[in-house]
């Protein structure tokens, strides 16, 4: 004699939350709308380094900004690269998630 309280069928009608599923996938990750603002913050800064470095007037203070402007570049770069991927992660698992499950065949399918 078997309980049946306490057995566990899978619920194929209620699809997992796809939020809850992507942060677990992430991790402490940040996601890609997050670093979508990082680089938007981080482009805005560059321009502003930008504008100090076209009115330096003193070599040594251009260098400085010319130098903190190909850090930016790398940055930016970086940033970039981690959005595409972590946008890659994100569809994979909201398409993974939104995949259409298999029929399930009857007895009768199988034409015994």
Do not use: C, H, W
Request: proline share 6%; net charge negative.
């Amino acid at each position: 004699m078997t309980d049946d309280r306490f057995e566990i069928e899978p619920d194929y009608d209620e699809p997992p939350d796809t939020e809850s599923a992507i942060e677990s996938v992430l991790g402490d990750n940040p996601r890609a709308s997050e670093l979508q603002q990082l680089i938007s913050a981080l482009k805005q800064r560059r321009t502003a380094v930008l504008r100090e470095a076209d009115k330096s007037v003193s070599p040594g203070e251009r260098i400085k900004l010319e130098a903190k402007l190909a850090e930016i570049d790398m940055q930016l770069r970086v940033l970039r690269e981690e959005e595409a991927i972590t946008t890659f992660v994100e569809n994979s698992v909201r398409a993974t998630i939104n995949k259409p499950k298999p029929a399930l065949l009857d007895d009768d399918d199988y034409g015994d």
